[in-house]
């Protein structure tokens, strides 16, 4: 079955530097969410998407932006990169319809490591 | 707002023992409840949710969960861990409606042994 695919799986940039992260929900998915995990720290949420609008908002840097895409994939714009930014950045999608409601289903994460 | 503890950081379980890794939870209305599990390095991997229904839910390589709705806990249980379950667990909350968002507790540390 197809599953949330992000991109890239890792990438490495200079302080102040951009970085933008992809993420492809699974098809038929209306609602994409953006999560940040540092070193050894729980999931961050930071921003949420329905149906191509921003849905809910949390803990996002206004360094960076995020935004939905007609086909329902989602961009994650980074700027003016810091060492914090350093970390694991999962992208979720969900639906409220078909057998499994509720649930969120994670992509495998994008790794970024700022120098 | 929402919100979910994970009281132990680390629970050491010798194989073969059952395992509890425990969670409570705080939501306004009525709670999603999930747990995930991660490996090092890897993606979260979903284990098991509670929705509606049955109170004991039943997921993925044996483990199951309790929801309690007066404790507002959602414990995860293992009949007879194994060294392979080692890894960090996520307890997650999410409140009942379209995208609402997904609250993760701080994880727990399993370390089964030998």
């Known amino acids: 079955a197809a599953g949330v695919i992000q991109s890239p799986r890792h990438l490495i940039k200079e302080k102040r530097e951009t970085a933008t992260l992809k993420c492809y929900p699974i098809?038929?998915?209306?609602?994409v969410y953006w999560y940040q995990q540092g070193p050894g720290q729980d999931p961050q949420f930071l921003i949420s998407?329905?149906?191509?609008?921003?849905?809910d908002k949390g803990s996002i840097p206004d360094r960076f932006s995020a935004q939905q895409f007609s086909d329902y994939h989602s961009e994650l714009n980074m700027s003016s990169l810091e060492l914090g930014d350093s970390a694991l950045y999962f992208c979720?999608?969900?639906?409220?319809?078909?057998?499994?409601?509720?649930?969120?289903?994670f992509g495998e994460g994008s790794r970024l490591t700022v120098l | 707002a929402q919100s979910v503890a994970q009281p132990e950081d680390q629970v050491n379980v010798a194989e073969g023992n059952p395992l509890t890794v425990k969670c409570t939870y705080s939501v306004s209305g009525n709670p999603y409840l999930f747990w995930y599990v991660q490996y090092p390095n890897r993606g979260l991997q979903f284990l098991l949710k509670?929705?509606?229904?049955?109170?004991l839910v039943k997921g993925s390589y044996g483990f199951e969960a309790e929801f309690n709705k007066s404790q507002t806990s959602f414990h995860l249980k293992k009949p007879s861990a194994l060294v392979s379950d080692s890894a960090l667990y996520f307890c997650?909350?999410?409140?009942?409606?379209?995208?609402?968002?997904?609250?993760f507790g701080t994880g727990t540390r399993l370390q089964v042994t030998l």
């Open positions: 997650a909350v999410r409140e009942m409606g379209t995208a609402s968002k997904l609250t």
């Open positions: 979720a999608s969900s639906s409220p319809f078909g057998g499994r409601p509720g649930e969120l289903f």
């Open positions: 509670y929705i509606t229904g049955d109170n």
């Open positions: 098809p038929r998915h209306d609602t």
């Open positions: 998407f329905y149906e191509k609008m921003q849905s």
